[in-house]
Structure formats: C-alpha cells, structure tokens
C-alpha cells in the first residue's frame, strides 16, 4: 500500500512541481517538505490538506494521511499499555539493587555510535535508554548515591536527542531536549556538561540564523570551563568564531579560532565520555573552515579550504570510532565553498563528489542547507558558460530531488 511520503513526491512529480515550488503552496520551508517527502518527520493534518489542493489530489492525498494518522494512534496507545505494564514489572522485581554501570556504558557506546549513524534509529535507541533513566529518577529505584549520576546520564541522552533532532531539521524540539540536558546537569552539579549544552544550545540557534542569541549561549557556557579540563572551551572558542563570521568579523573570527588552539593546548585532563561529547582535533579544523567560509573570501577562504582538508584527512585515516561521518560530508561542502570563493571551481566540483553519492536517508539537513548555497553560488553570473559550475549545479539539484 503506498504511503503519505510515497503518494506525496508521487503527485509532485505528476504536477511538475519542485520542492521549493510545493514549499510555496504549502507555507513550510524547503527542508522541511523534503522531510516529509522521505518519511523523516511527520507531515502536520494542515500541510497534507494543503498539499492535496495545491496538486490537485482531489482528497487522494488527505486519503492517506487520515489512514496513516489512524495507524499512528492505534501503535501509540499500544505502546503506552506495554510501557505501564513493563513499569509495573520493574517495581515489582525491586530495580533499586541494580547499579546504573550498564546504563552508562549505553550512553558511551551511543555516544560514539552516533558519530557513524543516521539519526533516525539514533533517535529510537536513545530514547528508549533515557525512558529507563527517567523512571529510575521519578520512582526511586536506584541508590541515593547514583542520583547525579542518573542526572548525568539522563542529561547525556538529551543532549543526543537534541543532536539527532537537529539533523533531522526540527531545531525547535532540538532545542527542548537540549534545555533539559542543561537542568539535569545542574541538578548534578555537572560543569563538563553544562558547558556542552551551552555550545550546543548555541549551535541551534546558529542552525536558525540568530548568532546574537548563540552569542549569548556561548558566553553563558565560559563560566563552566575549567582551565585544562576537556575540550569544552575550545568547542566554545570554536563556536564563538561561527558567531562572529556570520556577523561578518573576520579579526574577531579568526581571533576565536587562534583562542580555540591556545585552549587545546592547555588540556591536561581529557573529556570524560568521548565520540559526540568530545571534541577531537579534526572537528576543531572541521569548525574553523565552517566558519570561514561565511567571509568575503580571500585569506579567510584560503584558512578555510585548509581546515577543511585537514579534518577530512585527519576522519579519513584516524581511529574510526572518531569519525564522523555526516561532519566529514560536510567538511567536504565546506571546502567546495571555499574553492568557489578562490574561484577554483573545478576543485570545489572535486571536493562534493563523495557528497553526491549519498544516499537521501544520509542528506541530513546541515548537507541539504549548505548544498543549497553552494549551488546559488556556481549559478553567479560569473560562471555563465562554465561546462563544469553548470553539471556541479544540476548535480546538486539532481540529489535534492
């Protein structure tokens, strides 16, 4: 039976419509129909009611949805039952004599799990551990003196909901897993954590294009630092250089990014969990080209395009639990951005080769936003006649649809 996202891109294409265009009609960005289209988020009652009389679907398409909603609801209230009923067993065989080790050796293998994993089943795993957590937490069950720890670990798990939710282009529910890391790392007295969720809380706003506010998060997220403890000042440092690139500070960009090396080397204790709550060497390069990349170019495009490389070399033959797959994609639309900006075109076409090949449930919404500038930017006037800005352009298109 064809489902909504199927029946969706179906009637799109019969009506000639691109993505852009049916985003128009149905009032919900790109991205976000993209979404829907490839059975990533749930299309809202009013879009596909939209959509169906924008395509001309005659009720096909609202058909669909209705059934598919019935399904929905049916399965949650089932999974509301089995959810009670396992609570009840678990009171029942006294879970406050187990220890949370296992729980915590869940979150650190998630942690670096996620790092080479689409964030949909991410999404699943992750909730179901912090459902244990949280019950732990409300009922009782567990020793008076695993309660921060439990708080950690349930901190921990939203910040990876945020992650996941975020790449999956729902910045507004992203943000609402990351206020909640950020409680329950102050209800444990965490400051390693506190400072990850100020940088990650400013990394949602810059996904929305409010760098004041992700400004704000960042400097909020400095009196959690401790000199020479972890990674967290120069994941800030690193975010701050985002910030004022945007802004248009290329001094002050570059300033931050020279601050974030200076903080990496006065590291004398590592970062107590690894893989998306580290902050590894490459993803420090990976960060500075990302920021860089927002200038006018010239000396600032040139630092960019070399970050950039060297992230991607450092992922490519580094350990492999510190690869991050979706952040090297990314690494490699970054430096096609900056060899655009030094007008190196057939080098920015070499570089987002591996990134065309994608498969679409792997085109999280940081790629399909970046590769969307890119495109405006081989379609300048500039470029009119250039055989190889026109094939990376259509390609480009080509993998969005």
Known sequence: ????????????????LTLKQLAAHVQYDRTSVHSFETGRRTAPF?????????????????????????????????????????????DLTAMADLDIAELQEGVAATAVDYLASPPGPMLERTHAMRAEACERLRSGHHRKADRADLYVTAGRLSGVLSYALLDLGDPEQAMAHAVAAGQCAEYAGDTELAAWVAGTRSLIARFQGDYGQAMEYIQDGYQWVGSGHGTGEARLRCGEAQCLANLGDSRAANAALDGAELARERIRREDSLGGLFGFS???????????????????????????????IEMWRTGPEADRSLDDERLAHVYLATARVQLDDVEGAA????????????EQISWIVKRMDRLAGMLSAPRYAGNRTAAEAVAAINALAA
Do not use: C
């Open 281 to 311: 060497r490459a993803k420090q390069s990976y960060y500075a080209g990302s920021s860089l990349i927002w200038l006018d170019g010239g000396h600032d495009a040139e630092r960019a395009a070399r970050e950039a490389s060297e992230a």
């Open 1 to 16: 039976m064809t489902t909504f996202p199927e029946t969706l891109r179906s009637l799109r294409l019969e009506a000639g």
């Open 46 to 90: 009013e879009m596909a009611a939209q959509a169906d009389e924008a395509l001309g679907a005659n009720g096909r398409l609202v058909e669909v949805w209705t059934r598919e909603d019935a399904k929905r609801r049916e399965e949650a209230a089932s999974h509301q039952v089995r959810a009670a009923a396992l609570a009840m067993s678990r």
């Open 350 to 361: 070499d570089a987002i080769r591996p990134v065309l090949s994608l498969p679409v449930e």
